[in-house]
């Protein structure tokens, strides 16, 4: 009888016992199916058909390990953006998508092969394994078969993880080391076409202060040339002056006879001869002809004779500079009347250069030179000399 009822205890207490495991099943929120794993889109810096290369051979090898494979449509969960890294995350897409698994992988393309890197998270415990592998392309299912196979089990990687990461310590240096040289000629191109870009920059700048520094000469030179203009423009013209149109002269003059009479020679004279005189002159300017001015003289003649010239003539100067400097001639007309000798009346006509200098407001200084006198008394002289005299206009 004993025996009996300890064996009934036995049997009651490993009903029990089935049926709380029952019930603690029953409560939990959704019960992954252990052979369902979820695998999302690889990334890395392989192209788009490597990625998508790998992501097929890794859901063929997936299936033939007795896993049934989820991609394409894979229930996200809200608050989770782009691709799950964190246990937490990956457990909400498992537990979303009612899978045990979720796997993630990175693809980086070398030569002859390709760097994986793979996350594999277990929802049942919240385990996260990475695995950083190096797969060559001619071993690609035997490779991925061997790596899935010791990722992705409930038992965790253990010491598989040192065998299958071999050669992604020498991948991965390999990798940096083309990175790393990749990244010198970046920079090195970089350098380049920074200093072409500065050299151009310099080049631009010059170009645009020479251009303004020209622009600023042009404008300074045309600035003067306008002001050069305004002043000749404005500039002083002789007998323009029509409040003050009299001038009144005083001067000297002096000549010497380079062809006369030797008839008409006083007889104690030698050689050629020379006279000089005392000028007096008025004029009259003619604004209605800017530059001409008639006059109106009387010279006091002695040296070689003695005589008064009286005259009448004009003078007709220009103003070609911007100061008041007048440059033209002169012709007066006139009789020669001696006092002394033989005191013959003749005809007198001299002309010459004139330059005639404003050195006050109303007083002028001028020059005749040369002048060429031509006299009828006498069987006829001529005289060549030059005149200096000082004016006053009123």
Request: glycine share 10%; hydrophobic share 45%; net charge negative.
């Amino acid at each position: 009888m004993t025996k009996l009822r300890a064996s009934f205890t036995l049997v009651a207490l490993c009903l029990a016992s089935q049926g709380c495991a029952l019930l603690v099943l029953g409560a939990l929120p959704s019960v992954a199916r252990a052979d369902q794993i979820v695998l999302l889109p690889p990334e890395g810096n392989a192209d788009d058909l490597r990625r998508a290369d790998v992501e097929d051979t890794l859901a063929a090898t997936l299936r033939a390990l007795g896993h049934t494979v989820i991609t394409g449509n894979v229930i996200q969960r809200a608050g989770i953006v782009g691709t799950p890294h964190t246990s937490d995350e990956l457990v909400a897409i498992a537990q979303a998508n009612g899978a045990a698994w979720v796997l993630t992988t990175e693809v980086h393309p070398l030569t002859g092969q390709y760097r994986l890197l793979l996350r594999a998270g277990y929802a049942p415990i919240r385990r996260v394994e990475e695995l950083d592998v190096l797969v060559v392309v001619d071993e690609e299912t035997e490779r991925l078969r061997d790596v899935l196979a010791s990722l992705v089990r409930p038992a965790g990687l253990g010491e598989d993880s040192l065998r299958l990461t071999g050669g992604a310590d020498a991948a991965a240096a390999e990798e940096r080391e083309r990175l790393l040289r990749e990244q010198r000629e970046r920079d090195a191109q970089a350098e380049v076409a920074r200093a072409e870009a500065e050299r151009l920059r310099q080049a631009e700048e010059e170009a645009r202060a020479r251009a303004e520094f020209e622009r600023r000469e042009a404008e300074r030179a045309q600035a003067e040339r306008d002001r050069l203009a305004a002043e000749f423009d404005a500039r002083e013209r002789y007998a323009a002056d029509a409040e003050h149109p009299w001038l009144a002269q005083l001067g000297f003059s002096a000549a010497g006879l380079v062809a006369y009479d030797d008839s008409s020679r006083p007889p104690s004279s030698t050689g050629g001869g020379a006279f000089g005189a005392l000028e007096f002159r008025v004029g009259y300017g003619v604004a209605s002809a800017r530059g001409l001015e008639v006059r109106g003289g009387m010279d006091l003649v002695f040296g070689v004779t003695n005589a008064v010239e009286l005259t009448v003539g004009g003078v007709y100067l220009t103003s070609p500079f911007a100061f008041p400097l007048h440059l033209g001639g002169g012709l007066d007309l006139g009789a020669f009347l001696n006092t002394s000798g033989a005191r013959e009346p003749g005809f007198l006509v001299r002309g010459g250069a004139v330059a005639a200098y404003r050195l006050a407001p109303r007083l002028y200084v001028e020059a005749e030179l040369p002048t060429l006198s031509i006299i009828s008394s006498g069987g006829g002289i001529v005289a060549l000399g030059a005149s200096a005299r000082l004016g006053y206009r009123f």
